[in-house]
């Protein structure tokens, strides 16, 4: 039986330099969609999943974060005073409780690997979740963490998540060589970053969600550096297949890119057209441009 999964990383240290000049002083995991940050939709995710700790690496200028997630006591009592219990019930969800986040520092941007390495200390000897939120995988019926717990818990090992994407793209992408296929699962035989369409073994691209073997952070214990001089994770996870049992999962939902601005944009539009309270009002608006 596979070990619970109880604890996520999630990477936000980055300057967000594709957002400027509104990451200068905004971190850009607080940037809206809609209404609500894209950290917290990535938070929502975990939850919904069964994880215990949220786990942020985070570097300078992003200490709003943790404020975000704390009690906003003005802001609550003002709340209170005014009798406004619809928005108090909304503020109320963005609150982590005691013990159920912490926060480490990465010093200097050396990759993703390296991102989730500086959380060794606080992962331990146990199977943890990574989520990167600039990717937003919507699924409200069910997360892809949820669907991804679904392969962990029948095979094992470490999950990945995957979505299909056209071959003209495969370089843009990390892309998995298949095995085995069983429903949403498929064996991982490998992987190949930005592979040109004509040598890519697949189009299944991975996108930001990972459920890892402990094993993992002894593999970026070596520092060992990779593509563009960073210590890279896909490497890492590269030396765990054929080691262990090593499973994509093929997502079934939404994907949107918010961390490119036409992503960003995208999302805050399809998600803004499911809501009641703005959906009608913004699809008259885009029916006159």
């Not at 936000?12 to 000049?21: D, E, I, K, N, S």
């Not at 049992?245 to 805050?268: M, P, S, T, W, Y």
Request: glycine share 10%; hydrophobic share 45%; proline share 6%.
């Amino acid at each position: 039986m596979a070990k619970a999964v109880r604890k996520a990383v999630f990477p936000v240290a980055g300057f967000g330099t594709r957002f400027l000049p509104a990451t200068k002083a905004v971190p850009k995991e607080l940037l809206p969609i809609v209404d609500k940050p894209l950290i917290q939709y990535a938070v929502d995710e975990a939850l919904a999943a069964g994880i215990e700790q949220m786990i942020f690496v985070t570097g300078r200028g992003k200490g709003a974060i943790e404020d975000y997630f704390d009690t906003a006591f003005e802001i609550e009592a003002d709340l209170v005073a005014k009798n406004k219990k619809d928005i108090l019930e909304l503020v109320g969800k963005t609150r982590l409780g005691p013990g159920e986040a912490a926060f480490v520092r990465q010093q200097k941007m050396s990759g993703l690997g390296h991102a989730v390495w500086c959380a060794r200390h606080l992962t331990g000897d146990e199977p943890f979740a990574v989520l990167l939120p600039d990717e937003l995988l919507w699924n409200p019926a069910k997360p892809c963490l949820s669907q991804m717990m679904d392969t962990y818990d029948a095979k094992g090992g470490s999950v990945i998540a995957v979505v299909d994407v056209p071959k003209a793209h495969t370089k843009r992408y990390g892309i998995v060589d298949p095995g085995a296929v069983e429903g949403a699962a498929i064996e991982v035989k490998g992987f190949i970053e930005k592979p040109d369409p004509e040598s890519a073994p697949s189009t299944l691209a991975a996108v930001g969600r990972y459920i890892l073997d402990p094993e993992v952070m002894r593999l970026l214990e070596t520092q060992e550096h990779g593509a563009g001089g960073e210590i890279q994770l896909t490497d890492a996870l590269a030396k765990l297949i054929g080691q262990q049992a090593f499973h994509a999962h093929v997502f079934e939902g939404a994907r949107h890119d918010c961390g490119e601005k036409l992503g960003f944009i995208q999302a805050n539009i399809a998600l803004a057209l499911e809501r009641d309270d703005v959906g009608p009002g913004l699809r008259d608006y885009l029916k006159t441009l």
